[in-house]
């Protein structure tokens, strides 16, 4: 079974469509129709498989799934179609209410589920496709394996394992097996002189003038020049801190990147630009929304999108792009959604993301772009609206997550336009009361809406679980999510709203 001829067969219905409109003929009414009878067919569809129609004597349950998954796809497709007709012929408050092809059982089935897993995906990467991908990229992506040879056998349906590093027991890597180049790192105590000034520390480096052919470091102030910030995930082993550095062969690799987007080369690592020292850490914690705020470019780093190249289709570098551990960490989200510019970085270039996401009438016809198009559109556009609540929040870090707990904290402030003084007081109170780390507290900040404007602000604790749209009463019945206060920590409370 093969959807080869599906999106020419669209893209024909699109055209004759829009003949239709052209000719002043009754197009709404001809899309009514069709929702109508997609409806229908959805309804049986439904309906077929709870019964278990499919099923026949002598069928193997892994084909009866991939037969389910098979027609859902064709479903899905051609109602993504009809709402874009819809859309662009009829009016945006004309689409009828979904179609949910979704719901089919495809990998809710522990038999297909395992059978993936056993193929070398992680149970949380699966579990992300199908939160967060229609029917046709899960499918594409199924289709065209894991990102990474790897298995996850600790791993489980909320998180992998292998991307939450052990700092303790942490190795950066070379560019290459068997490369012994020396560590090079620039001077950390001009690195604090610039974080005590609330300042933005960043690396140019250059030659020496000697003949040792090695690398030199100058630590420049980010507010005089333009600078390329990196985003990248440690479990692709570029974690590092100031004291410590990088490779010079990293050095030299990532020179030549910030080259090619800024004049002066200078650029931002966390491995170069974030002291291991607690208290200089989180200095520069503080500073960094501001970092990729005010960076002329964000580029991502991550190895599984790097082994495209920039003659690779579009679908299949946005693919890799959204089942990459990048899409799932925390900090890159913030990273990505502040970003002025965000560059995706494959092995020969640096592609504008933005340039990537499909138009329109390419989403149109094709359900993979219309997926990927609608993730990465929505990340990149809403970053630059600085639109952000608590909802959207919370949906994005649904599959998202931190290798240091008590960083989470920050993150979340600095997505929701905190200031350095809130920050300072969540730093605060994370020094004060170590042991809520542990538990992934985060201090969130509001001003009363009766109060004047010398008012201190008010501190509302927001647990993790909250965010991510789950919150529970001492006796454990799950309670809604507006309207709610908790009392907990001590004379604390939880407020929700």
Request: aromatic letters at 8%.
């Amino acid at each position: 079974m093969t959807l080869d001829r599906l999106q020419p067969t669209l893209k024909e219905w699109a055209v004759a469509v829009s003949d239709l409109s052209s000719g002043e003929r009754d197009v709404r009414g001809y899309l009514n129709y069709a929702a109508a009878t997609q409806r229908a067919a959805y309804n049986q569809f439904m309906g077929l498989v709870a019964q278990k129609c499919f099923d026949y004597p002598g069928s193997e349950h892994l084909e009866i799934c991939r037969l389910i998954n098979y027609t859902a796809c064709l479903g899905e497709a051609l109602w993504i179609t009809t709402e874009g007709l819809f859309y662009a012929f009829v009016g945006p408050d004309t689409i009828p209410p979904n179609l949910k092809w979704a719901n089919a059982p495809i990998l809710h089935d522990d038999s297909l589920f395992n059978t993936v897993v056993a193929d070398g995906w992680c149970p949380s990467t699966i579990n992300y496709l199908i939160s967060s991908a229609n029917l046709a990229t899960l499918r594409l992506a199924l289709l065209q394996g894991a990102l990474y040879e790897e298995q996850h056998p600790e791993c489980t349906g909320e998180k992998c394992a292998l991307v939450n590093v052990d700092t303790d027991h942490y190795f950066t890597q070379h560019t290459s097996e068997g490369c012994g180049c020396s560590f090079l790192g620039p001077d950390v105590s001009r690195i604090a002189e610039l974080l005590r000034q609330e300042k933005i520390p960043v690396i140019r480096p250059g030659a020496r003038e000697d003949s040792s052919k090695t690398v030199s470091i100058s630590v420049l102030d980010g507010s005089c020049t333009e600078y390329v910030a990196f985003s990248h995930v440690w479990a692709d082993g570029l974690g590092s801190t100031s004291e410590v550095g990088l490779p010079a062969c990293q050095l030299r690799r990532l020179a030549g990147m910030a080259s090619e987007l800024v004049e002066s080369g200078a650029f931002w690592i966390d491995g170069l630009c974030v002291p291991g020292h607690a208290d200089l850490r989180k200095l520069a914690i503080r500073t960094m929304a501001d970092t990729y705020r005010k960076a002329k470019a964000v580029l991502v780093l991550d190895n599984g999108i790097m082994a495209a190249s920039s003659t690779t289709n579009r679908t299949d570098i946005l693919l890799r792009a959204f089942v990459s551990r990048w899409m799932r960490r925390l900090w890159t989200f913030q990273e990505a959604v502040l970003a002025k510019d965000i560059y995706i970085k494959v092995s020969d270039t640096a592609l504008p993301l933005m340039r990537l996401v499909p138009e329109f009438k390419e989403q149109l016809v094709d359900p993979v772009l219309t997926g990927l198009g609608l993730a990465f559109a929505s990340l990149v556009s809403r970053g630059r609206a600085r639109i952000f609540n608590i909802t959207d929040v919370a949906r994005e870090l649904r599959w998202r997550d931190t290798s240091k707990t008590a960083d989470e904290t920050l993150a979340i402030a600095s997505l929701l336009n905190m200031g350095t003084y809130r920050c300072n007081a969540i730093l605060l109170l994370q020094a004060l009361s170590p042991g809520d780390n542990a538990q992934a507290v985060a201090v969130l900040f509001d001003r009363d809406a009766g109060t004047s404007r010398e008012t201190p602000f008010i501190p509302y604790l927001y647990q993790r679980r909250v965010l991510i749209g789950r919150i529970h009463s001492p006796q454990g019945a799950a309670m809604d999510l507006r309207g709610v206060t908790v009392r907990t920590h001590g004379e604390l409370q939880v407020r929700i709203s």
